[in-house]
């Protein structure tokens, strides 16, 4: 990793990780404009902060960390209580099958919706999950557990009622 940040490696970043930081805010915010916020902020953060790293997978983690943390903010933000913003009508997803369970996925409460998304699309294991998030294990486990019974209550409870 280089010391001075080049226009090369940052665009190299923002490629890397643009869409992550983008899908994580989505998935704490569920609001588009707000989750591009946190993208910009996330990569001033990296700019201003010119961190280096030994191996990729830290800097991954260290940009995810920084993604939730700026999510987190936001969302305590006095602005955030006083203005409502206007729902997304559509989801951010590329694949028309997966829309559905992805909306079910953004109905979950926000403790749900983040392991969820950590462990299936980013592929992360309990363990590194529970180090991302300040959790116990224990507690990630649990929460994957409930989130899948939610989500497969959801769908059958819905598929059967149509």
């Known amino acids: ?3 001075e940040y080049s226009d090369e490696y940052l665009t190299q970043l923002v490629q890397r990780y643009a869409d992550m930081i983008m899908r994580i805010a989505f998935t704490y915010l569920k609001n588009n404009a707000d989750a591009q916020d946190v993208c910009q902020e996330v990569f001033i953060k990296v700019v201003k902060l010119q961190k280096t790293f030994e191996l ?3 800097e991954k983690a260290w940009i995810i960390r920084v993604t939730i943390n700026a999510c987190k903010d936001m969302l305590r933000s006095p602005w955030k209580r006083f203005f409502f913003p206007i729902r997304d009508a559509s989801i951010p997803i590329q694949h028309s099958d997966n829309r559905e369970v992805v909306a079910r ?5 926000q403790k749900y ?3 969820i998304y950590l462990y299936y699309f980013e592929d992360y294991s309990t363990a590194e999950i529970a180090q991302l998030l300040n959790r116990n294990e224990s507690t990630v486990r649990t929460q994957l557990k409930r989130a899948r019974e ?11 009622n149509e």
Request: negative net charge.
């Open 150 to 160: 939610i989500l497969k209550g959801s769908m059958i409870g819905g598929f059967a």
């Open 113 to 115: 919706r983040i392991v």
């Open 105 to 109: 996925v953004l109905e979950l409460d």
């Open 1 to 3: 990793m280089p010391n």
């Open 56 to 58: 990729a997978e830290h």
